[in-house]
C-alpha cells in the first residue's frame, strides 16, 4: 500500500475516534422554539443525565437533572451506556382540535432530537427528548424488531436542589390525598402525580407527569425514600391489585413520555402537554361526543339511585336548569319507590334529560356494589351498552379501579374502545390520574383522582382542608386532564363547609371537567339568588380558551376562561382573612366593550354581593373576598347584547 494511502487511512482513524470521544463525552444541548426551555444530554461516569433548564429575564436556572435508564428481563440499559448517534433536530409541528378541555384549539409544537446509545452487549436503546415552550418530555424506545421481556425497573430520577419547593400528594391507589408543601428533602415516601416544584428563589416552576401510557406498560409514581431529594420513577408493587407487577413488553416498544412541565405558572397552569404529546384521536365520527353539566344525588343523598321519586327530583332539576345530563348512581339495580331503572330513563329522556349511569368495576371481591360485572369482558360490555343505548343513556361511571398495574391500563382502554364503538361516553372514578388518554379516546370526559366533594360525606377533615386544597388544584391535579370534584355545593351533606357561598359558585369555573357533575340538592339550587342562579345555568363545561391571571398553590387562584364571544372569570381565597383580588381584563378582544356581573361573597359567608358593569381591555376591577371566599364573573359583549333585543 502507497505511503499516501496508509496516511489517509491513519487520519481517517483519527478523526473517527475523535468523533467517537465527542459523541460520548459532549453535552448536547436541545432548546425548545422560543428558547426558553432547554434539556442538556449529559454524562457523567458512566451514567447519562438530562439537564432541564428555564430562561427568563432573571437568567437561566438548572430545575432539575434526570437520571436515564431502564432495567430489562435479560440485560441493563443504565450504566455503561454509549452514545452512538445523534439524530438532528426535527420540529415538531401538529394542529389538532380538542372536543372539550381547558382550550379547544391545541398546537403540539417543539423540538424533537433522538439519541441512539448501546449497552456492553451491543443491545440499543434510544431515549427521544422534545423541548416545548412549555416543557421537555422525553421516552424510552427499544428499535429492535422483535423481543419480548419484562421491564424490571426505570431508573429514571428527577433530582432537585434541597431548597427546592414541593407540593406532592401522598400515593394510593385511588389518588385522593391532600397535597402537602414540603420546603426540603426531609419527607421521603412514595407520591402521586403530578408533583409540582419551585425554586425557592425564583417565580420558575415545574410540574412531573407521565402521558401516553398505554398497553405496552404500566402507571407509574415517584418515590425519593433513598434520597429525599431524588425522585425516581417506581413502577407498582406486588400488592397493588391482582396480577403481575412488573409490565411485559414487546419489541419495538415506546414507553410513556415522561412530562416536565415548566416555566412561570401561567406555564403550568395553562399548559395542555400532557394532550399534546399523546396519540391523536382514533374515532373518526365524534359527533356524539358531548360535555354539559350534570345533576347528581349522591352527595346530599348520602346513597345511591335506588329511589324513584329521587331520581324524579334531579332529572327535574336538570331540566329546570338547562343541564343536559342527570346521574344515576349506584344502587339502580334496586330502584324502587315507584318506578324501576327503565322507568327513571324513560322519564329522563322526556324531560329532554339524557341519562348517565354508575357500574363498578367488578375487579375486587371484597367491593360488593352491584352492578359487579357488567363491565368486566367484551361480550358483557357490549350487551350492556346495546341495552343502555335501547333506553337512553348516553355515558357511564365506571368505579373502582385501584390498581395501575398492566392489566388494569389493558382495562381501562378495553372499556374506552368497546364504549367508544357503541358511542357512549365515559367517567372513571376510583382511578388513575389522568395520562393523556381524552386526546386518543375523546369519549373519556372526566376522571375522578382527587379529593371531592364527596369527602364531606367521609369525615370532618375536609371541612378545614377544603379551602386550602381547592386552590392547590388548579397548579396540580386540573392541570393534567379533566377531574371529576363534584362541586358547588351550597348547603352541608354530612360535615359542613367553611368555604363561603361566593367560594362554592367559583368552583364551577376554577376547575374544569367536561362532565361537571354539580351535587347539591334541587332545593339548594333553586334558592339561589337570581343571579347566582342564572349564572350556573350559562356556565359552560367545556372551554375554548384558559388564562390565568394570579394566584399561588394554597393561597388563592383567579383564572379565565372562554366560550365563544364569552367569557367567565372565577377566583378562590383559600386565606383566613378577606382579600382583596384584582382582575386585569388584558384578555378582552380589542376594540369591543363587555357588560359584566360580579357575583361575589356578601356580608357573611352564606350571603351574594351581586353588580353590573362595563369594562374593555385596558381595565381593570378590584374584588373583594371574604376569609375562604371566592367569586365569579361573566363578560358578554355589549354588541351581541344590542343585536339581541
Not at 149 to 173: A, H, I, N
Not at 352 to 373: E, Q, R
Not at 527 to 547: C, G, N, Q, R
Request: hydrophobic content about 40%; aromatic content about 12%; some cysteine.
Amino acid at each position: 500500500m502507497c505511503k499516501t494511502c496508509v496516511y489517509l487511512r491513519s487520519l481517517l482513524l483519527i478523526i473517527a475516534l475523535h468523533a467517537a470521544a465527542f459523541v460520548s463525552a459532549a453535552d448536547i444541548e436541545l432548546r425548545s422554539p422560543n428558547g426558553k426551555v432547554g434539556a442538556v444530554l449529559t454524562s457523567e461516569e458512566g451514567h447519562w443525565f438530562l439537564k432541564v433548564d428555564y430562561r427568563d429575564s432573571e437568567g437561566s436556572t438548572e430545575l432539575t437533572k434526570v437520571s436515564l435508564g431502564l432495567s430489562r428481563s435479560d440485560q441493563d440499559f443504565f450504566g455503561d451506556l454509549r452514545l452512538l448517534k445523534i439524530g438532528k433536530p426535527v420540529q415538531i409541528k401538529e394542529e389538532y382540535t380538542a372536543l372539550h378541555g381547558k382550550r379547544t384549539k391545541r398546537l403540539n409544537f417543539g423540538t424533537e432530537q433522538v439519541f441512539s446509545f448501546e449497552n456492553p452487549s451491543k443491545a440499543k436503546m434510544n431515549v427521544i427528548v422534545r423541548a416545548y415552550n412549555d416543557g421537555v418530555v422525553f421516552r424510552y424506545e427499544f428499535p429492535e424488531k422483535s423481543g419480548k421481556y419484562t421491564v424490571k425497573d426505570e431508573f429514571t430520577t428527577y433530582t432537585v436542589q434541597d431548597s427546592t419547593l414541593r407540593w406532592l400528594q401522598k400515593f394510593d391507589l385511588s389518588n385522593e390525598n391532600l397535597y402537602a408543601l414540603i420546603k426540603d428533602g426531609s419527607v421521603q415516601r412514595d407520591w402521586s402525580y403530578p408533583a409540582l416544584f419551585k425554586d425557592k428563589d425564583k417565580e420558575a416552576w415545574f410540574l412531573i407527569h407521565e402521558a401516553d401510557l398505554d398497553r405496552g406498560y404500566a402507571g407509574t409514581k415517584l418515590v425519593n425514600f433513598t434520597d429525599g431529594n431524588g425522585f425516581k420513577v417506581a413502577l407498582p408493587l406486588d400488592h397493588e391489585g391482582e396480577g403481575d407487577a412488573l409490565p411485559v413488553i414487546e419489541l419495538p416498544w415506546k414507553s410513556p413520555w415522561r412530562v416536565i412541565i415548566l416555566g412561570d405558572l401561567a406555564s403550568i397552569v395553562e399548559s395542555t402537554l400532557v394532550e399534546d404529546v399523546s396519540k391523536p384521536s382514533v374515532i373518526s365520527n365524534t359527533d356524539w361526543i358531548k360535555p354539559g353539566k350534570v345533576s347528581w344525588n349522591y352527595w346530599s343523598d348520602n346513597h345511591g339511585t335506588r329511589d324513584y321519586q329521587t331520581v324524579k327530583k334531579f332529572t327535574d332539576l336538570a331540566a329546570e336548569m338547562d343541564w343536559p345530563y342527570t346521574l344515576f348512581d349506584w344502587e339502580w339495580d334496586a330502584m324502587q319507590n315507584g318506578g324501576n331503572v327503565e322507568d327513571a330513563a324513560r322519564y329522563a329522556v322526556s324531560k329532554g334529560v339524557k341519562p348517565l349511569i354508575w357500574y363498578n368495576s367488578g375487579m375486587f371481591k371484597w367491593i360488593t356494589s352491584t352492578p359487579v360485572d357488567r363491565m368486566k369482558t367484551h361480550e358483557s360490555r357490549m350487551k350492556e351498552f346495546a341495552w343502555l343505548k335501547s333506553l337512553g343513556f348516553v355515558g357511564v361511571k365506571v368505579d373502582f379501579f385501584l390498581s395501575e398495574k398492566q392489566y388494569m391500563i389493558d382495562y381501562y382502554l378495553d372499556i374506552l374502545e368497546d364504549a367508544a364503538e357503541m358511542e357512549m361516553m365515559v367517567n372513571f372514578h376510583g382511578a388513575i390520574v389522568p395520562r393523556g388518554w381524552t386526546r386518543t379516546y375523546p369519549n373519556l370526559m372526566t376522571t375522578e383522582a382527587v379529593r371531592g366533594a364527596e369527602w364531606y360525606n367521609n369525615n370532618p377533615e375536609l371541612t378545614t382542608t377544603a379551602p386550602e386544597h381547592n386552590s392547590v388544584m388548579p397548579f396540580t391535579r386540573n392541570v393534567v386532564g379533566s377531574m371529576d370534584y363534584t362541586p358547588v355545593t351550597f348547603s352541608n351533606s354530612q360535615y359542613p363547609h367553611i368555604t363561603s357561598y361566593g367560594h362554592e359558585l367559583a368552583l364551577s369555573v376554577v376547575f374544569e371537567s367536561a362532565f361537571q357533575h354539580l351535587a347539591d340538592r334541587p332545593e339548594a339550587y333553586r334558592e339561589l339568588p337570581h343571579a347566582a342562579l342564572s349564572f350556573l345555568k350559562e356556565v359552560p363545561a367545556a372551554w375554548d380558551e384558559l388564562v390565568f391571571l394570579s394566584g399561588y398553590p394554597g393561597r388563592d387562584v383567579c383564572l379565565a376562561r372562554q366560550k365563544g364571544d364569552k367569557w367567565y372569570v372565577g377566583a378562590l381565597n383559600s386565606g383566613f382573612r378577606g382579600k382583596m383580588i384584582k382582575v386585569d381584563f388584558g384578555f378582552l378582544e380589542e376594540g369591543v366593550s363587555y357588560k359584566y356581573c360580579v357575583i361575589t361573597d356578601g356580608k357573611h359567608d352564606k350571603e351574594f354581593s351581586t353588580s353590573y358593569g362595563v369594562v374593555t381591555k385596558g381595565d381593570s376591577l378590584e374584588v373583594e373576598t371574604l376569609p375562604r371566599g371566592g367569586f365569579v364573573i361573566s363578560l358578554k359583549p355589549l354588541t351581541a347584547l344590542l343585536d339581541n333585543q
